[in-house]
């Protein structure tokens, strides 16, 4: 079973900058799909971006593109998302999982982290 571990959340200025880390253990980290969701207050959990397997395949949703970079390093286990320029309606709940396929969908995924909070104020 593989288990990710979200860190790097906090409350940071319109305009600013953070890096959140995600964690996995076991040995099969390289024939996962990670992504990362969020879940704004009061919504639904959606989309950011997922990274393929090797990695060769990443996919943004329309309203971080161009502004969040997500990067996997399989010798160390982790996947970061970059988020530059945040806006306040990029408030939410962060979280990593891990799947076998390819997916923007999050029932198609198997193992959830615990979520890490991204407060941008205004």
């Known amino acids: 079973q593989v288990q990710p571990v979200e860190s790097g959340g906090g409350l940071v200025q319109a305009g600013g900058s953070l890096r959140l880390s995600c964690a996995a253990s076991g040995d099969t980290f390289s024939t996962y799909c990670y992504a990362w969701f969020r879940q704004p207050p009061g919504k639904e959990r959606e989309f950011v971006a997922l990274?393929?397997?090797?990695?060769?395949?990443?996919d943004y949703a329309d309203s971080v593109k161009g502004r969040f970079n997500i990067s996997r390093d399989n010798a160390k286990k982790m996947v970061d998302l970059m988020i530059n320029s945040l806006k306040p309606e990029d408030t939410a709940v962060y979280y990593c999982?891990?799947?076998?396929?390819?997916?923007?969908?999050?029932?198609?995924?198997?193992?959830w982290g615990q979520g890490t909070q991204v407060t941008v104020s205004s």
């Open positions: 990274s393929s397997w090797h990695g060769d395949w990443t």
């Open positions: 999982t891990i799947g076998r396929v390819i997916s923007t969908h999050p029932d198609d995924y198997d193992y």
